[in-house]
Nanobody, 126 residues
Framework: QVQLVESGGGLVQPGGSLRLSCAAS????????IGWFRQAPGKEREGVSC????????YYADSVKGRFTISRDNAKNTVYLQMNSLKPEDTAVYYC???????????????????WGKGTLVTVSS
């Protein structure tokens, strides 16, 4: 059974950092494109970042470029999202997702990947 489990969310002050983890079971992450998405209250789910398995290319939403970093540890079958310089507008439930394809593709930010976790809440507030 394919499962993705996110962890690492919590309450952090503006300017702080968090590292989210996405652990997979039932399949091998290294063969798939993995994305991080988020959904704030009252808003649609949006793409945050994606990493391809084919060539290791990474992609970021403009709103998080220079602050967030996606990485993968194939030995641990886990993908991470390091989030620095957090802002109140980063508050959302963060989801990881895996696609059948090995590359993120030009439409990676559209939340249409095949497998999804249940999400972890990130709250940025003083």
């Amino acid at each position: 059974q394919v499962q993705l489990v996110e962890s690492g969310g919590g309450l952090v002050q503006p300017g702080g950092s968090l590292r989210l983890s996405c652990a997979a079971s039932g399949f091998t992450l290294e063969h798939h494109a993995i994305g991080w998405f988020r959904q704030a209250p009252g808003k649609e789910r949006e793409g945050v970042s994606c990493v391809s398995s084919s060539d290791g290319s990474t992609y970021y939403a403009d709103s998080v470029k220079g602050r967030f970093t996606i990485s993968r540890d194939n030995a641990k079958n886990t993908v991470y999202l390091q989030m620095n310089s957090l802002k109140p507008e980063d508050t959302a439930v963060y989801y990881c997702a895996a696609d059948y394809a090995s590359s993120c593709g030009s439409n990676w930010a559209i939340p249409g990947m095949n497998y999804w976790g249940k999400g972890t809440l990130v709250t940025v507030s003083s």
